[in-house]
């Protein structure tokens, strides 16, 4: 029984020793040094040097005569007020964290911004691939300008519309250019099942174009597919933040929107359950 009391003193920051001379005292009532050395196995001078933490601590309290006595203060009011001190302590701490974190956001938002450098990232497997588009899609503030071939589509439907429902989330604008040969009908179907349930979207279709399968995020970041593959097939992504590179896919992009054939475009939806609004517009 005395070691599981000796524990949970720990749990508020005693020594086992200062454990054992509190609960000794506790027990004793009013007691004296060579008592609490016979009962607890310490030596005085230990003792001595323990007792004025427990004082401090607002456990115990001692004569003024020689030798003098020691008496435990009414455990309820002791570990109240040792409580009471924690929490304030805690809430002091808190308090210090938080004028800490406000004054090094204001520091680092009116340092000057460092200059981007250019990089190149070839993520070459799934799991790599699906963690740097969870970090990637999350930070989009206004527009995905993405092409897909239809066979992408249609052999990844489900992982297409989850990737398209997380960019809606966003808020941001999604544009969308599928490049196909097949008639408008087939076209239309396979992007009804990848439509996302909310935000702004709109599909093109086209039967050629520069390149097949893409993605510009924010014109800041761009995702290009490589002839290599994953384990599963999936093609592997050359990601930079180049932007001579962006430039020349954002112009093919731009390029090949405008001569698309056929458009499917969905509006601000109420909430995640709306009806998908869906209309075939005419040649752009």
Known sequence: MEEDLVVKLESFGFTVNQAKVYLCIVQSGKTRVGQIARATQLHRQDIYKLLPKLEKMGLITRTIDKPFMIE?????????????????????????????????????????????????????????????????????????????????????????????QAIAQTKAATRLIVVTKEDDEVTKEAIEKITP?????????????????????????????????????????????DQNIIEVYKESFVNAWNRAKTAITLGVALSSLALISLSIMGIA
């Open 197 to 241: 349930f909310a935000g702004q979207f709109t599909a093109k279709s086209i039967d050629k174009t520069a390149g097949k399968n893409y993605q510009i995020i924010d014109n800041k970041e761009i995702w290009i597919a490589t002839q290599k593959k994953t384990e599963t097939g999936h093609p592997c992504m050359l990601c930079t933040n």
């Open 72 to 164: 435990a203060i009414p455990i309820e009011e002791a570990f109240e007020t040792l409580i009471l001190k924690e929490r304030k302590k805690s809430e002091d701490r808190i308090l210090h964290l938080e004028n800490n974190y406000k004054e090094m956001v204001d520091s680092i938002q009116n340092q000057p911004q460092i200059k981007e450098e250019t990089q190149f990232s070839l993520l070459t497997t799934d799991e790599a691939i699906r963690n740097r588009r969870t970090l990637t899609f999350k930070k989009i503030e206004k527009e995905a300008h993405l092409v897909s071939s239809l066979e992408n589509i249609q052999t990844r439907s489900t992982n297409f519309r989850d990737f398209l």
